[in-house]
């Protein structure tokens, strides 16, 4: 199947997009994001996909070859008549600034960029902007990569299931391809006579050279263990992702049953951000199943992004049938524990309770 057909596949399997749905393309510059950017405007062209847009995050972390993937990312866009926008951020500048993560910080900036500029598009296309959607690039190996980096690191319920091929309006119509065929594609572009854009060293698409620096997690993943492991199963993307895909159809079927005990089990205060109360009544699930209610009360405090430690959802569990328990976890929460059920609160409204009590 080559990569038109399985993009096709995929978004429609997922339900993605059909051909009134305006989409954003996030594109880098680099092979994965160029290949979404030819193929879907393939997928436009037979009336699969609805209205373009392109957006290219600028994050002046490279110097000129920063400027020159902007540049390149630009003239494809040009090229295939997708409407262009760019947005131009100093990562490093705010990630000093707040003494947090580079690599979060640009991931934070980026998708805020995208919900702006997917906002504007489907005002362009007079469409509410809860229908439109963002595609990004990840492919089958970013999966894999992310399963791996899990392996070592850990992680909770459902992790391994690596990438939702949705997430809320973000897409991942690119998530059942590696990269070696999307390169494939790009390059294929010529046999068939299609229009390619090339860099100004005449390349199809733009490198980022801190790809092969294996002293960044993920590139010493890519690099060092995954070929190790292709050694043994040649056919490791394809097997995982179906090892993958059957964890998710799990985790799917937990979450649901997840969801509904949280509707029912899960009270809060007003207002909201006051905090909730976890009903004694917990205590009769599983406890695979009270972890789940207990990471979807905590997202709501933390973030759906927030890597939630596991010591703080066991410190949530823990105050279930007690009482008189108190905790301090993750996010300056705490956590306390009566008759009536457990209680998860900021600490300043904790404190404040208790002094009026």
């Not at 995050?57 to 110097?63: A, K, M, S």
């Not at 190790?228 to 490791?236: D, K, M, T, V, Y």
């Not at 410190?315 to 457990?342: C, E, F, P, T, W």
Request: charged share 30%; glycine share 8%.
């Amino acid at each position: 199947m080559n990569v038109i057909e399985q993009m096709r596949m995929t978004v429609r399997k997922h339900d993605m997009a059909s051909d009134v749905t305006p989409v954003l393309l996030m594109v880098s510059g680099g092979s994965d994001s160029t290949a979404l950017a030819y193929a879907a405007a393939e997928l436009r062209d037979e009336g699969t996909l609805g209205a373009l847009a392109m957006l290219h995050v600028n994050h002046e972390l490279r110097g000129a070859d920063s400027d020159a993937d902007e540049r390149f990312v630009e003239k494809l866009a040009s090229e295939l008549a997708i409407p262009f926008t760019c947005e131009a951020i100093d990562v490093a500048a705010i990630a000093r600034e707040e003494g947090g993560n580079v690599e979060a910080v640009a991931r934070r900036e980026r998708y805020a960029a995208a919900q702006e500029a997917l906002a504007e598009l489907c005002r362009r296309e007079s469409v509410p902007v809860a229908q439109g959607r963002i595609f990004v690039a990840h492919t089958a190996d970013d999966r894999v990569e992310n399963f791996y980096m899990r392996s070592i690191v850990g992680t909770g319920p459902g992790g391994f299931r690596s990438m939702r091929y949705a997430n809320g309006q973000v897409m991942r119509p690119l998530l059942d391809c590696g990269r070696e065929d999307l390169r494939g594609y790009v390059i294929g572009r010529i046999e068939r006579e299609l229009p390619v854009v090339r860099d100004g060293d005449e390349s199809l698409w733009r490198e980022d050279a801190t790809n092969a620096h294996t002293d960044r997690f993920r590139a010493y993943v890519r690099h060092e263990i995954i070929p190790r492991a292709e050694e043994r199963n040649p056919q490791l993307l394809a097997t995982l992702t179906r090892s993958m895909n059957l964890i998710g159809d799990e985790d799917d079927m937990l979450d649901d049953i997840a969801n509904t005990l949280f509707e029912q089990l899960v009270v809060w205060l007003e207002p909201a951000e006051e905090g909730c109360v976890l009903s004694p009544l917990l205590i009769a699930e599983r406890t695979p199943m009270q972890r789940r209610v207990v990471m979807k009360a905590l997202e709501r405090f933390l973030g759906a992004d927030e890597r939630i430690d596991t010591s703080t959802v066991e410190a949530v569990l823990a105050g279930i049938g007690k009482s008189g328990y108190v905790a301090n976890v993750q996010g300056n929460l705490a956590v306390s524990a009566n008759k009536n059920g457990v209680r998860i609160e900021p600490m300043a409204a904790f404190r404040t309770r208790r002094k009026r009590g």
